[in-house]
């Protein structure tokens, strides 16, 4: 196995409460030692990291990759790489591929096609009920001998709560964590936007922040009960996230993500019709927004996610409801991210843990982290690069974003993984 | 550039002159006079009153009716005609400020026909200016005079009215 | 807001499409308001076709089925000397964006200048309108709940013709706003020429407290909203609003909400009654009210076609190469 030092980075690794300009060696796809080299080791090769920021890799909460079932939108060969282009090393795959991710089979299929691809890991979420119908629960610990990390119901509703109840203690007892998504079906129905002055205006049917505020509640009640961990995914209010700081405050085993988008956008982007901000959940307030951030800095939410989807170019023509939701959103994860230590919102270190340290925790993964003896997956990127994006030169087959043309500070020159190098930029940075 | 072209009162003078000696010769006792929007109108508009018709004033917004929609476009200031009676058998007065190319003309009278068929129409104007580009003739002029393209005859008003003669490029 | 309509108009302000009334000037409500007074005139004479329009295509695409809307713009066109193509697009023909982008491409390529667009989805006009070819327009007939800007616009005409002007009047809009765009368009439309006062008046359920963000002032009870007012507008009560629970029935909404003499009576003596049509006798106004000496709705109709003929003027107008003098 190659023996490889990262020479001269600023090494940021929250695990180790570490910041400093120095080397990292690594050796058989781990981290073997920071600082000088230790006696006897002879690199093979050695990264030249020069004004480049090195942290670990980022691990993704939740990002599609279209593979089974649509690959006229993307496919695993493509995302994995689109995913270490954008520093990401470890990514989270949702239940809802097509077929749903509820046997063994599925759960081989995709990881086998990832692992050959020798890219980002791959990690699944296995169905909590048959088909995500919300019927019957699923074989939960097949799945999980079959890889999964955890179990949920993608967007799928579990409309019954007495099927949530049996599915979270069954869960709590194989030890699995359930990922949520707080939506209650009725309260949402046909929305497509945030029920508010923007809805109005632009007479699209609303999904009003009730729809996720009563969804956490009774989700919550059923995880006190059945002690189950669950994590939230793709908190969009701030009621909602009061409603999880609280439950956190009174020791309930819950965690939570937010989007990169949520972070930054509000309903005004919608204005015009722009079908580039559909999303589910929608973009809420500014008032949501800023209580996402609030959230964020003060550790009630755990980890910023991509809630990658990418699409084909059909998916987002027409009409803003036919249109479908969902931003093609791996490259964007760390640019996004960055922009919040800009604007001062929080700083550096804080931001590369929700990226690494504190998803893999919530995972249970040993990445996320370069403490000697950890498996080798870093990130290094240029803090000071500024560069525009251009949906067309996405690595991700999918080229819906809102973000064309935004100017964005810090991008990506290498990413390892088992301390292989998976990608190299080949950009030309202006000076 | 832009300087005063000939004082109005007296054209205004000669137009009633005229026409009125043209209407008693036809033996017309009461037409319907029709001013073209807008400088048409303000003359027409003296006209009528010095002339004393009983048949109210009608005014004619030509906009619909122009050939060079696709060229200019929709006139913002678009004003509704109003035909006060019914052109069917009358005889017409058609009054305009500047006679050019004949194109304004040959709009307003096709716009008249939509209205309705007249017995005549008499064609009365302060300024025939040349450049004729279709066939059309004044019956009544008061000023007759050749200018080259690059002037330009123009009537402000409504009061007091003046004619201007503006050269372009110069 | 703070938006800028830089797709409705050309940097020189013409207007190139009519999607919604929402970011457009006042100065260009009143310009399509007196090309439309122009038009009325023309239709009350013998021949009430003007050659503006000679050669020009106009294309109504309808994927929302409605036989009044189109034939009113389809009588305008023709009274413009336009030619008209009637397409009625059901949802089943043109699944999915792609096939409703060829649909589009096959008829520019034969030479269409104008689309009116009616689709059961809002910012379908918004979509269509940024895919045309720069020479080409697009009229919006009413998108999803989002707008009906022609429907807005006659309504205003009609104010105009029997009060003059705006500043003045209270406007009382009754119904189902939530779902309804004609109130969204007519509530745009108000406040830009600059009314003394917009209300609105319904159940909670169909009237989102959001709308004091539009400039109108929400009223439970239509008591309260008819007290003074100079126009009473009342929408159209669709039969599913019982499904979805927005109401129990349509008697309760008749005796809380419908227009009655008696309820008239509140309004100034001089009120005018208006109605975008069809109407539901008995459901959202009696009989009485619709027939009697205040109600415009018919005037309305028949306004209809001559704002119709001054949006299509003007749109089409704007591609000309010079600025008219």
């Known amino acids: 196995m190659t023996r490889l030092t990262l020479r001269g980075g600023r090494v940021v690794d929250p695990s180790q409460e570490l910041d400093q300009v120095t080397d990292l060696h690594i050796a058989d796809g781990r981290v073997l030692a920071l600082g000088p080299a230790p006696d006897g080791f002879q690199a093979d090769q050695v990264l030249d990291c020069a004004g480049l920021v090195v942290c670990p890799g980022l691990v993704d909460l939740r990002a599609r990759l279209r593979e089974p079932g649509q690959l006229h939108k993307a496919d695993i060969a493509s995302e994995v790489r689109a995913a270490v282009a954008g520093g990401v090393t470890t990514l989270v795959v949702p239940p809802d591929s097509d077929p749903v991710v509820d046997t063994s089979a599925v759960v081989e299929l995709v990881t086998s096609r990832a692992r050959a691809q020798g890219k980002a890991r ?100 059923l995880v006190e009960q059945s002690g189950a961990r669950a994590h939230f995914c793709g908190l969009s209010s701030h009621r909602g996230v009061r409603l999880l700081a609280r439950a956190r405050f009174d ?72 249109t479908e939701p969902g931003i093609s959103a791996l490259e964007t994860l760390l640019p996004l991210t960055l922009r919040l230590v800009e604007e001062g919102v929080l700083d550096l270190s804080a931001a590369i843990a929700a990226l690494s340290l504190r998803p893999a925790r919530i995972l249970g993964l040993p990445v996320g982290s370069l403490a000697p003896g950890r498996p080798a997956d870093v990130c290094c990127f240029d803090p000071e690069a500024r560069w525009t994006l251009h949906p067309e030169a996405l690595v991700s087959r999918g080229k819906n974003t809102p973000f064309a043309g935004w100017e964005f500070q810090g991008r990506v020159r290498y990413t390892l993984v088992d301390g292989r190098l998976v990608h190299r930029d080949t950009t030309e940075t202006p000076t | ?54 048949t109210p004033l009608g005014t004619l917004d030509i906009s619909f009716y122009r050939d060079d929609f696709t060229r200019i476009g929709m006139n913002p200031q678009v004003r509704p005609s109003r035909l006060p009676e019914s052109v069917e058998g009358r005889h017409v007065v058609l009054v305009d400020d500047v006679l050019y190319t004949g194109r304004t003309v040959r709009a307003a009278m096709n716009e008249l026909f939509d209205y309705g068929r007249p017995a005549a129409i008499t064609l009365a104007v302060l300024v025939d200016r040349g450049g004729r580009e279709l066939p059309v003739q004044a019956d009544v002029a008061a000023l007759t005079v050749a200018l080259p393209a690059s002037h330009q005859v123009k009537l402000e008003g409504p009061d007091p009215l003046r004619l201007s003669l503006v050269e372009a490029g110069a | 807001m703070g938006y800028r309509d830089t797709l409705q108009l050309t940097p020189d302000r013409r207007l190139r499409h009519f999607l919604t009334i929402e970011g457009l000037p006042r100065a260009t409500l009143v310009e399509i308001l007196d090309t439309a007074e122009s038009f009325f005139q023309v239709g009350t004479r013998e021949v009430k076709k003007v050659p503006l329009l000679r050669g020009k295509t106009i294309v109504n695409l309808f994927f929302e089925t409605s036989t009044r809307t189109r034939t009113t713009f389809e009588l305008a066109a023709k009274r413009l000397s336009a030619d008209v193509v009637n397409l009625n ?57 989002h707008a009906h800007p022609t429907q ?19 406007v009382t809009i009754v119904g ?36 004091s963000a539009l400039g109108a002032h929400p009223c439970d009870s239509l008591e309260a909203g008819l007290e003074g007012a100079d126009v009473i507008i009342m929408l159209r009560l669709q039969r599913e609003r019982m499904q979805g629970a927005f109401i129990p029935s349509e008697r309760e909404y008749f005796r809380r909400y419908g227009l009655t003499e008696e309820k008239l009576a509140l309004a100034k003596p001089e009120a005018l009654v208006m109605h975008p049509g069809p109407i539901n006798r008995g459901v959202e106004i009696a009989s009485e009210v619709a027939d009697g000496p205040r109600s415009v709705i018919l005037e309305q109709v028949s306004n209809g076609i001559a704002v119709r003929m001054a949006v299509m003027a003007l749109t089409v107008g704007s591609h000309a190469q010079e600025a008219a003098s």
Request: glycine share 8%; hydrophobic share 45%.
């Open chain 1, 122 to 221: 791959v990690h699944l979420i296995g169905a909590l009920t048959k088909g995500l119908a919300g019927e019957e629960i699923s074989e939960m610990e097949a799945l999980r001998e079959a890889g999964c990390i955890g179990v949920g119901n993608a967007l799928a509703p579990v409309r019954n709560h007495l099927v949530l109840r049996r599915a979270l203690e069954y869960a709590a007892g194989l030890d699995l964590t359930v990922f949520l998504h707080p939506e209650d079906p009725w309260l949402a129905e046909a929305g497509v936007a945030h029920e508010g002055a923007v809805s109005l205006r632009l007479g699209l049917a609303g999904v009003p922040v009730m729809a996720e505020t009563i969804a956490l509640a009774r989700d919550l009640a």
């Open chain 3, 152 to 170: 807005a616009m006659l309504d205003m005409f009609t104010i105009r013709r029997h009060f003059g002007e705006f500043a003045p009047l209270t």
């Open chain 1, 251 to 322: 020791g309930l085993p819950v965690t939570a993500d937010v989007t990169a988008h949520h972070l930054h956008l509000t309903e005004m982007e919608l204005l015009g019709f722009n079908v580039q901000a559909h999303v589910r959940p929608p973009l809420r307030t500014q008032r949501d927004r800023d209580g996402l951030r609030q959230a964020l800095v003060a550790g009630e939410i755990d980890a910023v996610c991509s809630d990658h989807q990418p699409h084909d170019l059909d998916a987002k023509l027409g009409p803003f409801a036919e």
């Open chain 2, 1 to 54: 550039m832009t300087r005063p072209f000939c004082p109005v009162e007296p054209l205004v003078d000669a137009l009633e002159a005229g026409l009125a000696h043209r209407l008693a010769r036809l033996s017309v006792r009461d037409p319907l006079m029709v001013g073209i929007y807008t400088g048409g109108a303000w003359i027409a508009e003296r006209l009528h009153r010095r002339l004393g018709l009983e």
């Open chain 3, 176 to 211: 189902d706003v939530l779902h309804s765009r004609v109130a969204r368009s007519q509530i745009h439309a108000l406040t830009t020429l600059g009314v003394n006062e917009v209300r609105v008046v319904g159940p909670r359920t169909l009237v989102p407290r959001e709308v």
């Open chain 3, 89 to 145: 697009i059901s949802t089943s023909a043109t699944a999915k964006g792609e096939s409703l982008l060829d649909t589009l491409r096959n008829l520019e390529a034969m030479h269409a200048d104008l689309f009116v667009v009616r689709h059961q989805h809002s910012g379908a006009a918004h979509y269509i309108a940024r895919q045309v070819a720069p020479h080409v327009s697009v009229i919006n007939a009413g998108d999803g709940s």
